[in-house]
């Protein structure tokens, strides 16, 4: 079964095609901005729903305060942590469900994230009582070429690993060809997919190889009884 996901190359990608389909570019003035609200310490929790925000403040030399709380919206992102959660969001990894479980309370959250990231958290966590701070540091950017590379594997299926990366497929997928059975990892990404009338062959509830595999496995036998 030739399969193709959308994510650099990384130890899940192992055996599959490793094919990006979006860009990322940072916001200086974002990034700034949460380099001068850690350094004055006016934030009680720093919640994360992206692996790629540590990437960016590791990167521009940006450290977690010991006496800050982290929060992640769950394992896969909490994995990419430069130390352990304080809370880490239940299955099915989504702002949505990291709401519903984070303890109600006061204080202030800063929550550091891409431009294309719903307003979900946010307005959840300050029903909860919190202040909030958001902070868009990096913006995700639509590749043509990667979608077109993509295509020309001719994959039995395709992993889609976030909901930008479903949005980029959907709007630059070449017309003449036929778009494999997708799999969504996390019900963001289901949703993104739906939204774009390319809905998801399966969803995977974690972003783990064998989450993934199982859901290729239930696609290899649908097709063979099809």
């Given at each position: 079964m030739r399969v193709a996901i959308t994510r650099p190359r990384s130890a899940l990608t192992q055996g599959?095609?490793?094919?990006p389909v979006t860009s990322r570019s940072p916001i200086p003035s974002g990034i700034a901005a949460v380099a001068d609200a850690l350094r004055v310490g006016n934030a009680d929790w720093i919640a994360v729903t992206s692996p790629f925000v540590f990437h960016v403040l590791e990167s521009n030399g940006i450290a977690l305060p010991r006496d800050l709380h982290l929060a992640c919206v769950g394992e896969a992102t909490a994995a990419a942590a430069p130390r352990d959660a304080d809370f880490i969001g239940p299955p099915p990894a989504s702002a949505e469900a990291m709401v519903r479980s984070f303890p109600r309370g006061t204080g202030r959250v800063l929550f550091p994230c891409s431009v294309q990231a719903s307003t979900v958290l946010e307005e959840g966590l300050r029903d909860l009582?919190?202040?909030?701070?958001?902070?868009?540091?990096?913006?995700?950017?639509d590749d043509p070429v990667g979608v077109a590379a993509l295509a020309l594997l001719e994959s039995d299926a395709v992993i889609v690993t976030a909901g930008s990366a479903a949005r980029s497929i959907a709007a630059h997928w070449p017309s003449n060809t036929t778009l494999p059975p997708l799999i969504a990892i996390g019900e963001p990404t289901?949703?993104?997919?739906?939204a774009?009338?390319?809905p998801a062959?399966?969803?995977s509830a974690t972003p783990d190889r064998s989450g993934l595999e199982a859901c290729l496995e239930r696609i290899s036998r649908d097709s063979s009884t099809a």
């Open positions: 599959w095609h490793a094919m009582g919190y202040s909030v701070d958001r902070v868009d540091i990096y913006r995700s950017e289901a949703h993104a997919l739906h774009a009338r390319i062959a399966a969803t």
